[in-house]
């Protein structure tokens, strides 16, 4: 039984997840809040490239004040990330937010995570309840000799549950590790105790190399066990990164629909052409066509045909020459140096056919 589909549904913004709806697509602003513009052109960027909630940290009362005007110039739902001052979470809330990001147990004590629940309830806004293995509580952590899954499950429903006790369950939770395995596990055991739908990711994962395989194996383990309402592919680099890792993640299970996907073959003693160089331009032109193909790359006219016959259309090229190949089929050969523009001049009338 997939969990995600049992779980509560949760509206932020114009946006509805758990329940079974789509798995939706977070990213995160890595510019000041408080330059409006900036931030505003990111997001802008992101939503572009396929990203469908926003977070923006709001350190400071002129971050959480931006929030109001940020979101004016934007089209997809607004969170705001909070640490350990709760009137900032309450200032975020009145500006506008669509969600905020909390961990209860830095907020302060239970007055003050009270008076943000009052807040959000009154605008009837969820509220993420995040927790990662470097924020638990001391206790926990003493307790079992050090960081665990089930420590950190502990403590995640441990904050839920004192939300919960003062009457609002507009919940998302959020369990994040750096390490796989361990991210994988306390999934495993967080969604036999709770109906909350999940935010999920693998925090700290790295640059966009480490990153990328970590954030693809763990969301990968962790998606593919029904789990998993919003994911984050966290990476130390370009925002639009994590956002077209996690469209290939999600397309890569099946979870996800749309969008060209590219197949190319690995280099090899045949090859005569530039492959790597003529991939890595087919890749980064596809992505301007909206249509839910597969389009196959292939270095050589010898196994070429063969290779690509599970593509809709590809090209193999050869020594100063190349194929255009559909479903397995040569339709024409075609100069070398015009494989690429050939295989637009099919894509932009693809349609037509």
Known sequence: MLYRENTKTVQIGDRVIGGGHPILIQSMTNTKTEDVAATVAQIQALTATGCEIIRCAVPTMEAAAALGEIKKQITIPLVADIHFDYKLAIAAIEAGADKIRINPGNIGDASKVRSVVSAAKERGIPIRVGVNSGSLEKEIVERDGGVTPEGIVESALRQTAMIEDMGY????????????????????LLVQKTNHPLHVGITESGTLYSGNIKSSVGLGIILSEGI????????????LEEVRTAKLILRTLGLRKGGIEVVSCPTCGRTQIDLIGLANQVEKMVAEFPLDIKVAVMGCVVNGPGEAKEADIGIAGGKGVGLLIKKGEIIRKVPEKELLSVLREELEHWDQE
């Open 169 to 188: 369950d507009n919940l998302v939770i959020s369990i994040k590790a750096s390490d796989v395995m361990f991210c994988v596990q306390a999934h495993r």
């Open 228 to 239: 998993g309402d919003t994911i984050r592919v966290s990476l130390t680099g370009d925002p």
